[in-house]
T-cell receptor
């Protein structure tokens, strides 16, 4: 199992450019998440998805859009990048405990991150 | 959401036990206590979780106070590879998102 993978690993954008970050998981997880991490801070939730075709806003959703067309993929889009979006982006996935698993099945598995710089 | 308070940084000597404290005085009865850690330049990884009783796994132990207002993550023998930021997180048992809210964590330095 590859677990959670993220593409690309690094990217530099100019202000106003757009891009899409791809997250893929091979663990058949229902839930997927996008976080951002700024220097010296913890992770903040941008958007999440509780299943294929569903998405919802997290703590800091402004300036981002997401799509979950396939269960294994979760895409994060920046339509018009701004310097304030310079950050490291992490994707995560987890099972849905409502399907009968224990609390431990809630464990989130994180990808290696994408370092994005907007100049 | 209930908040957690952790020291910004701690140091430990290699092969000695480490006790990482976390205060969560506003915890509710439905909150699980989760610990994650983030090694340098990596995504966070799950360490352990608990509700009321102390818990052990291959990575660590979690000691939960009787009133649940605090907890301690215990690494029994710290190694250099345990140097990381450790996050104490409260996760509401109900709700559809099963979200994790990360604070700034404790930076653990392990000295050789």
């Amino acid at each position: 199992n590859a677990g959670v993978t993220q593409t690309p690993k690094f990217r530099v954008l100019k202000t106003g450019q757009s891009m899409t970050l791809l997250c893929a998981q091979d663990m058949n997880h229902e839930y997927m998440y996008w976080y951002r991490q700024d220097p010296g801070m913890g992770l903040r939730l941008i958007h999440y998805s509780v299943g294929e075709g569903t998405t919802a806003k997290g703590e800091v959703p402004d300036g981002y859009n997401v799509s979950r067309l396939k269960k294994q993929n979760f895409l994060l889009g920046l339509e018009s990048a701004a310097p304030s979006q310079t950050s490291v982006y992490f994707c995560a996935s987890s099972y849905d405990p409502k399907l009968g698993g224990a609390e431990s099945s809630y464990e989130q598995y994180f990808g290696p991150g994408t370092r994005l710089t907007v100049t | 959401d209930a908040k957690t308070t952790q020291p910004n940084s701690m140091e430990s000597n290699e092969e000695e036990p480490v006790h990482l404290p976390c205060n969560h005085s506003t915890i509710s009865g439905t909150d699980y206590i989760h610990w994650y850690r983030q090694l340098p330049s990596q995504g966070p990884e799950y360490v352990i979780h608990g509700l009321t009783s102390n818990v052990n796994n291959r990575m660590a132990s979690l000691a939960i106070a009787e009133d649940r207002k605090s907890s301690t993550l215990i690494l029994h023998r710290a190694t250099l590879r345990d140097a990381a930021v450790y996050y104490c997180i409260l996760r509401r048992r109900s709700g559809s998102a099963r979200q994790l809210t990360f604070g700034s964590g404790t930076q653990l330095t392990v000295l050789p």
